[in-house]
């Protein structure tokens, strides 16, 4: 089945700094999801990419559709407390989406 | 705020229990979803409905049985369970099956002893 790497797997950052983190599949997507989840919530969306090379921001994050439409990345630049959850990244072809198993990301102070 | 809702927040039952989690969309979208997700694992779909029809069945055990009454409306019947099934159980929904933009609600954590 499809199948979408994350890496890295958890983060541990200081507040300020700024995030990296990226998304690779074997496969070729339509569309790439980036979703946060925040501990007791359901995943929110944050940022939806939908043509290859497409680089799109939304406030201090920043995502791209990689050319080979194989992989995507997410920046969050001066990160915050308020930052800290499972950050998915998700793909949509034709099926419902593929999940990846998520970024863990934590924010000291 | 997701427009989703879903009850109980939380639930304990045991092996031979008889429980339902239920979950409503303010959305009016046509689309409703079941995932399961586990520690260390990624989210799973288990159920797809598409207008009140169940379009996707992704292997999962005769011990879920869901229902949707009607468009807004999504149930997951849980019966025999095992211990193995504990796990949040997340609810979505969106404009159509397909539609990328999937709205979630905050889950259904479930322990079974």
């Known amino acids: 089945g499809q199948q979408l790497n994350q890496s890295p797997q958890s983060m541990f950052i200081q507040e300020g700094e700024d995030v990296s983190m990226n998304c690779t599949s074997s496969s070729i997507f339509n569309t790439w999801l980036w979703y946060k989840q925040e501990p007791g919530e359901g995943p929110v969306l944050l940022i939806a990419?939908?043509?290859?090379?497409e680089l799109t921001s939304n406030g201090r994050l920043t995502a791209q559709f990689g050319i080979t439409r194989k992989d995507s990345f997410l920046n969050i630049s001066a990160s915050i407390p308020s930052d800290v959850g499972i950050y998915f990244c998700?793909?949509?072809?034709?099926?419902?989406?593929?999940f990846g198993k998520g970024t863990r990301l934590s924010v000291i102070a | 705020e997701t427009g989703v809702t879903q009850t109980p927040r939380h639930l304990v039952m045991g092996m031979t229990n008889k429980k339902s989690l239920k979950c409503e969309q303010h959305l009016g979208h046509n689309a409703m979803y079941w995932y399961k997700q586990s520690a260390k694992k990624p989210l799973e779909l288990m159920f797809v409905y598409s207008l009140e029809e169940r379009v996707e069945n992704n292997s999962v055990p005769s011990r879920f049985s869901p229902e949707c009454p009607n468009s807004s409306h999504l149930f997951l019947h849980l019966h025999t369970l095992q211990p193995e099934d504990s796990a949040l159980y997340l609810c979505a929904s969106s404009q159509a099956v397909g539609e990328e933009t999937q709205y979630f609600g905050p889950g259904t954590r479930l322990l079974v002893l």
């Open positions: 990419l939908y043509k290859a090379g």
């Open positions: 998700a793909e949509s072809g034709n099926t419902p989406l593929v």
